[in-house]
């Protein structure tokens, strides 16, 4: 356990020096071109060092209720470390994978071991398809909004959405591969099959306008209907799973992150790779069949989420379409040249996406 920070730096500290990365990311993109040997390599070190430095951050916190769900998993950690019966509970594989860790490690190795699951992948896809500028694309991901939160609150979510995306690197080389990946994740968290299904829908039919028309659609339906969808999708109840259920229709706890009615703030955040998407398709005529596939699946996602917008605790649901904004939007900047000053327009990107994290934070709930 890292005793040299005190508990009440943690977020800051990974805010603050993703606030510093950032910066210095947009300097060298404004004096330095992508290609330049200067560049790469400080790309390259630097995400490195980012990295192991948040898998260990983040590993090695200590089981504290000031991590949200954390403390329920050191409790259950516990449980299982004593000999405890694996909990009657939907998504088995999780519990499977914590009783034999806790049968032979400590609760930080689980910990840390969580952060590598949730975090290599963000690696491992921006690698697959960026090659060298891997690095791009991985500081969007670890400066997302909803980066922290997944990381140590709903880390069994942000761990199964982060298998889905390393289950999709291996898409057009190894879908053996895929398919194991995209399993264990709907294993440790059941709520993945619907990125999972979205994604499949993409190989019946992968046209963006039709997806960027259901997503448009489902703004005034959630407007005018949004109990509905709610009850139905509770009655659906996900495979009578009673816990997802419950985020719908629960009362939310005070104090806690689930803000109750239409969220436009959301909304707005969850547009910023709506818009991207419909820029390049439409404006610059992306054609990619790599992209329509990450594009249309995040537009299912996104979509099912603003139907169920004014539940309690959909900020759960919205994740299984954000934990994919980060690569949506970079994805045009680092396949191909739409302008000239390309370098220092993604940096500007980069910088914006941020700005929302540092601005929720430090203006918003500070």
């Known amino acids: ?89 939907n998504d088995y594989g999780w519990h499977v994978f914590m009783k034999t860790m806790a049968s032979f490690s400590s609760i930080h190795t ?22 060298d500028y891997w690095y791009y694309a991985f500081i969007m991901f670890v400066v997302s909004f909803s980066f922290w939160t997944y990381g140590v609150n709903g880390m069994r979510n942000g761990a199964a959405c982060s298998i889905f995306l390393w289950g999709f690197s291996y898409h057009k080389t190894n879908k053996v591969v895929m398919g194991l990946l995209f399993l264990v994740a709907s294993f440790f968290h059941k709520t993945t099959l619907l990125p999972i299904l979205a994604f499949l829908m993409t190989y019946i039919y992968n046209n963006p306008k039709f997806y960027f028309k259901g997503w448009l659609a489902c703004i005034p339906l959630s407007l005018a209907m949004g109990g509905f969808w709610i009850s139905l999708f509770a009655g659906l109840g996900f495979g009578d799973d009673d816990r997802l259920s419950g985020y719908l229709t629960s009362e939310a706890a005070e104090g806690t992150f689930s803000s109750t009615g239409f969220r436009w703030d959301f909304l707005f955040h969850s547009a910023f790779a709506v818009f991207a998407g419909w820029y390049f398709v439409f404006k610059k005529k992306l054609e990619d069949p790599v992209y329509n596939r990450l594009l249309n699946t995040y537009l299912i ?33 680092l396949t191909q040249r739409f302008f000239k000053n390309q370098h220092f327009l993604l940096g500007m990107v980069i910088l914006v996406y941020f700005a929302f994290t540092y601005f929720m934070y430090y203006f918003f709930w500070g």
Not at 110 to 116: E, H, V
Not at 308 to 331: D, G, K
């Open 1 to 89: 356990m890292n005793t040299f920070i005190p508990i009440d730096w943690y977020y800051p500290l990974y805010l603050n020096l993703c606030f510093f990365l950032v910066l210095f990311t947009l300097l060298h993109t404004r004096i330095l071109n992508m290609s330049e040997p200067k560049n790469l390599a400080f790309i390259n070190v630097t995400g490195y060092v980012l990295l192991a430095f948040l898998i260990f951050h983040i590993g090695q916190r200590p089981a504290s209720h000031r991590f949200g769900d954390t403390i329920n998993y050191y409790r259950t950690f516990q449980h299982y470390s004593t000999g405890g019966e694996i909990l009657t509970v």
């Open 110 to 131: 689980f910990f840390t071991l969580c952060a590598f699951f949730y975090i290599f992948p963000m690696y491992k896809i921006s690698k697959v398809y960026f090659k």
């Open 301 to 333: 996602c996104n979509g099912f989420w603003i139907l169920v917008i004014n539940a309690n605790y959909s900020n759960r649901f919205a994740y299984l379409s954000w934990f994919m904004m980060a690569i949506v939007i970079a994805y045009p900047f």
